[in-house]
């Protein structure tokens, strides 16, 4: 198997697809927001943005605003923190060495959902 598609929720889908595109630079494969959702690739993997709406059922508004387990790898973990920063992304923290030796920082899109940047430990 192989993990193709990853989906995240938000409010505003066209201050997301800002977002994704400009600050993350991520390339928009699709833009289907008059319909609610943008989709953008990021390596093999189609990150799919999808908007819920403010007077949807309980269980798809607790989908915004969330950890989402996403992480994306960067070369250098404490660079692509400057850089984004510097974009205006918001951190909740500094970069930091893991027990296992990657690097990782989290940060918050938008809709306030946390993502990561993840720097793998190089091989001994």
Known sequence: MELKTARIFVRDILTAKQFYAQKLGLPLKAD??????CVFTSGSTELVVESVADDAPEEEKVLVGRFSGLSFTV?????????LQALGVQFTGLPEKQFWGGILATFR????NELQIVQQPTAA
Do not use: C
């Open 75 to 83: 070369q250098d973990a404490e660079a692509k923190h400057r850089e």
């Open 32 to 37: 289907g927001t008059k319909y609610g959702y």
């Open 109 to 112: 899109d938008p809709a306030g």
